[in-house]
């Protein structure tokens, strides 16, 4: 925490715009496309549109000033010598960078990863964790308020095992209408497995959390 109470992790959170529309605790089924992986993704979108695919060999001249240090780890139809003799199955690998293509290349998402892993670095994967684990705990400590059954116990109740992702059942309201009513009130939670499921990351606010509770626990008791 810094000085005046808010975690520094929270200087991310202009990163993500869903977090000004909505209480975005959804991380681990569909995770917020952040600003600079939107820019990234509609900078590849227009050097496609000007050049096409002409500046593929230009890529795979990077790749090979690394060559000799890679080994793939799969193969797919893109990484062998004979990628268009269908009815050849011989998976020898390919010469040059051409080896680690395992399949038609998904360079929007290449583009939108090259954005966020710059996020994660930034913000350092030691205070990413301890951030997720605190909202973790602060949810699940609410979901018991609201008369849930946590799903995995939590804590010194497993060998001190946790987790960000937390998920409960509730006696008379199921995980479907209660995913349903929370979304009509701006809170964004998912249903899976008959269980209701938080995840909140490090972009989320204590103040999140605790309104999400808020009305959680209205709707368990209305």
Partial sequence: MSGDGLDPLLRFRPEFPVTG?????????????????????????????????????????????????????????????????????DLTFAEGAKRFESGTINGFGIAALGGSLEILHEAGAQQIERRVLELGERSAAGFVAAGLTLAAPRGDAFRGETSGIVSGTHPRRGPDELAEALALRGVVVSSRAGRLRAAPHFYNSEEEVDQFLKILGELVTG
């Fill in 21 to 89: 529309r909505y209480i975005y605790l959804n991380h681990a089924s569909i995770g917020p496309l952040p600003r600079r992986s939107a820019r990234r993704v509609a900078a590849l979108a227009q050097v496609i549109s000007e050049t096409g695919d002409r500046r593929w060999p230009e890529r795979n001249a990077e790749i090979e000033r690394v060559i000799d240090r890679l080994r793939p780890t799969r193969a797919g139809w893109r990484s062998t010598r004979t990628p268009y003799d269908w009815t050849h199955f």
